[in-house]
């Protein structure tokens, strides 16, 4: 069978499987039993997959997924987040669009604890939009940070889907896990100044209003308490990467028992806590990791279709810039990425893409972050990035789609900002990773 043949097939039962309904991760084991039948000569083919998944999934880099996620879940639904909220909207009272400054410190708070930006879009769309709107804000100034924060979720360490693509691309977890950093810390503050900016030249959008003053003494305290401790323990987490005193899985396993200690001193180490907490994790996890058995088995059957040399070969001989052939691919992930969900995403393109970051010499971490930025993007790309339906859900009733995308467009820019500077300034992404050699 023609490589071409085989990939339209593919993708078009793919498709089919999920106009009906069926999940995109059973969806592509399914897809992947039917080509592995075919193509690797019946049973004995899907016994040649159940090995392949197998390989896949039974390997120790993969821990730190259900750990990190484990995390996350104990610190949301301990109730940790709303204090560390609180104390962030206590110091900034004075910046000109405050509770849209404090949207966007919620979400980089709610990405460390939860790494889901539909869940942070949920969250901050239901709290603080009804509060800004009552404020006096704009829609757009309303819903645009919420939006654009929430899906700080996906760049923040530690983060899944960093994992998740390491995984699938047989490349350094620790080293991408750290190349994050800078991009998502970049993003925060590109969100905050276009906030700032914008509120100070039409103060209309984000009207001023008295805030409570908040003694000192009590500010100091409440960080001390509610705001140093957990930060305390993602730095701590993260910095055993980077200083190779752990690897990914000892610093999440640490994280976690770290964030359980912290849980108990709080007094909401409880069994309703624990029995969320894990309820969610596993969840997640068992989602992640059917997707990456998808993922294996999909990049054996494009190697041995022959697919993955053919692609190669003709998207390196293409008569055009390096810059333009990565535009493409970046367009083409922008494209495609508003339908699927992020790691489905990754699961579709990283198997083609990769020979070919390999084979023009490019730096697979560096590639892997931009990618991460787009994902990111496309959970609230209009018009069917999930986090705008999210917000419609949780928005007033008199907010129509056309509000939500003239709120977030501003933000698909700034990301489109960001991505131009990592291509043009690749040391934004490797020059911490570099650090750790």
């Not at 009552?134 to 889907?161: D, E, F, W």
């Not at 003494?217 to 001390?224: A, D, G, I, Q, S």
């Not at 993602?234 to 200083?243: A, D, K, M, P, S």
């Not at 700034?414 to 300034?425: C, E, H, R, S, V």
Request: hydrophobic content about 60%; charged content about 10%.
């Amino acid at each position: 069978m023609e490589w071409w043949v085989f990939l339209s097939l593919f993708f078009a039962g793919l498709v089919g499987l999920m106009l009906i309904g069926v999940p995109v991760a059973i969806a592509f084991m399914l897809a992947n039993m039917v080509g592995a039948f075919f193509m690797w000569g019946g049973v004995a083919g899907l016994n040649q997959l159940v090995l392949s998944i197998e390989s896949s999934i039974s390997t120790f880099m993969l821990v730190p997924i259900p750990m990190f996620i484990l995390m996350g879940t104990i610190m949301f639904h301990a109730g940790i987040a709303p204090r560390m909220i609180n104390t962030l909207d206590s110091w900034i009272g004075f910046i000109a669009g405050r509770l849209a400054v404090v949207t966007v410190g919620a979400g980089a708070v709610l990405a460390t604890l939860t790494g889901v930006a539909m869940g942070s879009v949920a969250m901050l769309g239901s709290t603080l939009t009804p509060e800004m709107e009552k404020r006096g804000y704009s829609k757009s100034m309303a819903m645009g940070p919420v939006l654009g924060s929430g899906a700080l979720a996906i760049l923040i360490p530690p983060s899944t889907l960093a994992i998740v693509l390491a995984s699938v691309g047989g490349f350094s977890i620790a080293k991408t896990l750290i190349a994050i950093i800078v991009p998502g810390v970049m993003l925060a503050i590109m969100y905050v100044l276009y906030i700032v900016i914008r509120a100070t030249l039409q103060p209309e959008v984000a009207p001023p209003y008295e805030v409570p003053v908040v003694p000192m003494r009590e500010k100091l305290v409440n960080t001390m308490k509610y705001l140093v401790p957990p930060v305390l323990i993602v730095v701590t987490t993260i910095g055993l990467i980077f200083e190779g005193v752990a690897t990914p899985t000892e610093s999440a396993a640490i994280g976690t028992f770290l964030t359980l200690i912290l849980t108990l001193c709080y007094g909401r180490l409880n069994l309703d806590t624990l029995k969320k907490g894990v309820g969610s994790a596993t969840k997640l996890s068992v989602m992640i990791l059917i997707i990456l058995t998808g993922s294996a088995g999909f990049g054996q059957l494009l190697s041995f279709s022959g697919a993955t040399t053919a692609i190669t070969e003709w998207a390196t001989s293409l008569p055009v810039h390096p810059l333009v052939l990565l535009a493409m691919m970046m367009l083409m992930v922008m494209v495609v990425g508003v339908f699927l969900e992020q790691t489905s995403m990754v699961l579709v393109t990283m198997p083609i893409f990769l020979p070919v970051v390999h084979q023009m010499g490019w730096d697979p971490i560096w590639f892997a972050v931009i990618m991460m930025v787009n994902l990111e993007m496309d959970t609230i790309m209009p018009p069917a990035g999930l986090s705008l339906f999210v917000m419609k859900g949780v928005a007033s009733p008199d907010t129509t789609m056309g509000d939500i995308y003239k709120a977030v467009i501003p933000f698909v820019l700034i990301n489109i900002t960001l991505m131009g500077l990592m291509i043009a300034f690749p040391d934004i992404v490797l020059w911490l990773p570099s650090m750790m050699d």
